[in-house]
């Protein structure tokens, strides 16, 4: 369940916190785990973790459902995460949101029909002076548009 | 302007190791490990400085590295906030990304003057390329033979490590950010006791923001007066501000404490398309908005701010011109804290709760004579009554948003729809 790749990565993590603290690499071990399992955890993924990490599996399903970068639902293989907090709501997220929506024919929350794509509306981003902004996995796209949302969108494959 | 945390911004590769020793980095360090500096002389300097933590709470951190039980055995650790959440603040991911190792050096002297030999900096989940950018630079420093146990044969131990969030505000609040880094739930302690006396792993542990252990290299380097000069009485030397909404050029700008609003609002180029200023906040969601009159006439600095009706807080100024419905912008922001919240208190959880919905009702047209006073009512009762100040950031929003723009919500209850956009 958890292949040789994703455990030499959590080791590395382990390594970095006090002997016998190895629950310190939860957070990481999971994001790890969600990534080579389709972008999202079960109780099966989070179970199998926790018995890396010799931790009781109760301890690691309140880490996953804590914190919102976990997915317990179906994802896109794209995430668009788009922040709809003050700065940029202040400079017009609402309105490139439903444009989005409306572009994907999906709602936020959901993933279009091919599996590509999912949209999510999140809080701030810590990019306030580059709004309107989204985050597509691990990269930031700021200062959007419509036009520049269309041609992003377009490139993912 | 930028002379400090910004200090390399338009040079060429201004995170790499290379522009930053050519720029005097690590030299505090580097004296450090010949022996020629001692704890006692840096906390001095760091009084001197005037410099308070930047993460929002404004506490002296010079004060705040003396609390330190530097004699006592046992581990101890120095942890760095990179959590970066509060709405309208972005400084401290630019710092990561263009100068990553002012935060190493800033965290190895506090190793040093906390005798502490390991560090964490918490970078919240989101910041992967600023992520990437602290490793890298770690990775150089390493190579260069300024980490690691016994230090060019000084003596002197010091590792760093990160910590990766995975998405929760709460993570910012230091107590939060230790449990999560023991891999828990983000929630936060009850204090007493301290995080200097019972802190990560139940060790004594000093919690900075990005930008105050940023700030420690240069301070040292030119000396705490040099610091305090640049800055006002109360508010020594610069601070990063983050200006973002309906301004022309929204950016970061590292300016002199004490520096009037209305010249900052220039710098970013003042209000977009000519529109009329209408509310400022001038220190993160969970600071007291202001209106365009009284923000006009403000110093950006801790005095200043407070006289003004607000408070400094992490230094990201919200510019809202006229057209902004401050209903919507304040049960957008209701919103935020009720989604936050950890769920610990009762105060802090149900009234965070009661006041998204009667906001969301407001909005939607369902809001009742009253509603006004049962916002007031419940934001009353939370704060002061909760383990920690999240309850209170999402209680004075709420306060500050009635008294000065209390006709927008009468007019959205008795009319169902905004004033501003009609
Ligand atoms: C809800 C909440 C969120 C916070 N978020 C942050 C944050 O993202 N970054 C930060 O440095 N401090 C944050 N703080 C403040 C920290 O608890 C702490 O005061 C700070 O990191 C101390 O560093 P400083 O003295 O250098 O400012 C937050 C506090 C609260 C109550
Ligand atoms: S005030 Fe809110 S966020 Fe803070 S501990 Fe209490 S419930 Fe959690
Ligand atoms: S409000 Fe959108 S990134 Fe901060």
Redesign the interface.
Known sequence: MISTGAKKQIDAWIA???KD?Q??????A??IVQAENGNRLNADTIQAVADY?N?PGI?AQ??AT?????NHKKVGKYVI?FC????C???GADDLIAHLENKLGVKTDEVTSDGLISVKK??????????PMF?IN???FENLTIDKIDKIVDNLK | MNEVCFKNLTKDQCYSLKTYEASGGYSVWRKILKGQLTPEHIIDELKVSGLRGRGGAGFPTGLKWSFMPRHSDG?KYVVCNSD???????K??DILRFNPHAVIEGMAIGGFVMNASVG?NYI??????PFYRFEDALKEAYEAGLLGQNINNSSVNFDL?????????ICGEETALLE???????QPRFKPPFPANVGL?GKSTTINNTESFASVPEIINRGGQWFADVGVENSGGCKLF?????VKN???FEVPMGTPFKDLLKMAGGMRDGAQLKAV?PGG?STPVLTAEVAMSMTMDYDGIEKAGSMLGAG?V?I?DES?CMV??LT??AH?YY??SCGQCTPCREGTGWLYRVLKRIIDGNGKQGDIDLLLGVQDKIMGNTICALGDAAAMPVESFLRNFRKEFEYYIKHGKSMVKG
């Open positions: 970095k916190y006090p603290r629950s310190s690499a939860v957070m990481q999971l994001k990490l931790m301890a309140e880490v804590f914190y919102e970068n976990y995460r709809h907090n003050i700065s709501m202040l400079n999140v809080e701030c981003l810590g990019a306030c002076v580059g709004a985050q691990d990269d930031y | 581990q970066e959440g509060e709405p309208g603040t972005c401290d991911r964490y919240r989940g989101e910041f992967m390329a490590y990160t910590h990766l969030g995975a998405g929760a505000y999560s880094i023991e891999g828990k739930k983000g792993f983050s200006v973002s909404g309906h929204p950016a970061n906040i969601s990201s919200i809202m902004t919507a912008v957008r922001l935020f989604d936050e």
